[in-house]
């Protein structure tokens, strides 16, 4: 092999941009173009400015507790940047009440039924307590859909006000559709330790917490992780230029492209392919990566939301919270709310309270098709109901994010094992990476690309 590779990442959200900062870390003399078909890299990290100073349209937060994001900050000498939410605690709306997140869940699954009195009727209560002498049939390494078992187990008001509520804003499905082992994979493992029942391993899991604060963002927003990226991986990004098709030939691949300046090619020994599946599985699949029909990535759903930022007046009397949820049995077009400047005293400084509303689960999006009037609209009307009074509105701004969250269903590990085996043997030096693949979110997507940028340069310098 030469000694410096072409390679082309296809996508410059937060998946590209670290593969090809990892690349040059291991491929220093690597080529690097980065392929983004919007107008600025960074995907779902999306920072704009309002005129009170920046503000999240997509990702706000990460989960500072996993290893990814907090190291690959630091590594890139952001650690001074990084902030930590304040003291409030989030609510969820049910039955038209705001009510406060009980004590003792985990990923809305109760430990202690006892605490579920606001959100739940004596009935629903006498239902979800029974969990805990159920029999569990639990074969160790099995995975499942997560709403179902905790319907099964704990009934379904449990769902719809406490599970789904609290996974909807992450992950934009329901968790029905959602596999148990990757979205808490601690319960996971307590399952196959042995724990006799869900309230018994949430109730282990749940003590062994460690003290301090789960989340972390940047000051300045998601837009000086990117900048960094950028800089660091020392990419050719290309931005408004869209890979059209990616075919394999005697001289490694060719990857077309189409730009304002119209369409070419760029020739590449190793491709990351960084873009989410309904964009990838047709890209791979007509590169010959792929089966026609195989439904291992295509069947992968994904779910579309959009949200609406704020910055209302301070006389509005927004909830001493940081943020609402909202109970999928609830009557209202949102799924939840993000009071940004309550949750993070390092914004508490703007001349107002800035609010995120959030809209659109899957198989729920019908409220997407509003025009971003309607959207806004719907959003100043939602705080109105809970501040008592409409706020006044200094600025806002609406961004859609359609198909950009995917559904990691039950063996989704397997699948992907699966995919990846298939790209290895059929398109080899061509990896796939992305919140389709070792799962959604900041971290889980920085761990694949890094994962991936490593294997690529591991078998380029065999
Ligand atoms: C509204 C929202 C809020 C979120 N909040 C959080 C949060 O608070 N914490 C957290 O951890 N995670 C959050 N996430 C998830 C997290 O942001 C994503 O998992 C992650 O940023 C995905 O990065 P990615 O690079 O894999 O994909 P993307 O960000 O989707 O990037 C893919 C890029 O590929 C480009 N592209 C697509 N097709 C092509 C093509 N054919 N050619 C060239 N380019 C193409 C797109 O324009 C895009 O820029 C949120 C996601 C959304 C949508």
Redesign the pocket.
Known sequence: MTAAPRVVV????????TAAYQLSLDLPDAQVTV????AA?????HTVDFPSGPME???????GRRPE?SALVAELGLADSLRHPGTLGSAILTGGRVVAMPPGTLMGLPSDVDALSEVLGPAERAVAAREVDLPLAWEPGSDVSLGDLVAERFGPAVVARLVDPMLG??Y?ARSSGLGLRQVVPGLAQALDRGAPSLTAAARELTATRTPGPVFAALDGGYRVLVDALVAASGARIRTR????SLRRGADGYAVA?HADSGPSVERADLVVV???VP?AAP?LTAAGGLDAGDPSLSGIRTAS?A?VALEIDRSAALPERSGILVATDEPVPYKAMTFTSRKWPHLDTRPGHLVRV?FGRLDDDEVLRSDDAALTRMAETGLGELCGSEPTVLHSRV?R?TD??AEIGPGHDARIAAVRAELADRLPGVEL???ATEG??????IGS?RAAARRLATKWQD
């Open positions: 296809v996508g410059g959200g937060l998946s590209g941009l392929l983004e078909a919007s890299p960074g995907g779902a990290l349209l997509g990702a706000e937060a990460f989960i994001a804003g992450v934009a230029t869209r890979c059209t492209v960084a873009v989410p964009h890209l939301s949200v959030s961004r994010w950009a969250l990476v992305g919140g959604v979110g900041v971290p889980a997507c690309a």
